[in-house]
């Protein structure tokens, strides 16, 4: 397992992990490209990929700004989560910015119980909830860890 910085280059790649996570399912993968591309391209952020046996399983995009990680959004294909790849992804992101920031944040849909328990796992406590953030109602949870 290696997870690699990604560039420009690696589009094609992390596209298509993003339409395989499912993540922002409602956006085509047209749209997905573009996102992705203009988080490529954010001062600050940084996007980091899984390779397993030379495919990309996953990935993650950091921003970082004042001594905070912000994790903005992190995606495993659909056929390779539940096995492990997002704690895998999880855990080496963590050990490369405690090295240098003192805390972690990121924000995730109430329902999102897979990656709320993900995150509990590595400490993130909820700090915030922004009631009827979705059009649907739904909350928004706010979760953050200290690094140092
Ligand atoms: C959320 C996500 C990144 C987690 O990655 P993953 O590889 O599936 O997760 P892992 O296999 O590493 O499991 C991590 C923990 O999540 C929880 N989990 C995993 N699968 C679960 C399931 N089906 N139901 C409930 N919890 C689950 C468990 O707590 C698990 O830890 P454990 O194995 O020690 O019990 C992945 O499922 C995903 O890409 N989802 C779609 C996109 C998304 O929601 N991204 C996050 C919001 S930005």
Known sequence: MIMKKATLENIDNLTQIAVESRYRWNDNEK??????????????AETYYLLK?????GYIVITIKNKIADIDFMGIKKKYQ???YG?????????QIKKSYNQARLAVWARNFTA???YNKFG??????QRNNYPNG???????KELK
């Open 87 to 95: 704690k895998e992804i999880m855990f080496a992101i963590i050990s």
């Open 82 to 84: 539940g096995k492990g």
């Open 116 to 118: 709320i328990s993900l």
């Open 138 to 144: 739904d909350a928004k949870l706010f979760m953050k």
């Open 124 to 129: 993130f406590y909820v700090y915030k909830i």
């Open 53 to 57: 046996n030379n495919i990309a399983v």
């Open 31 to 44: 749209d997905l490209k573009k996102h992705i591309i203009s988080s490529l391209k954010r001062k600050g």
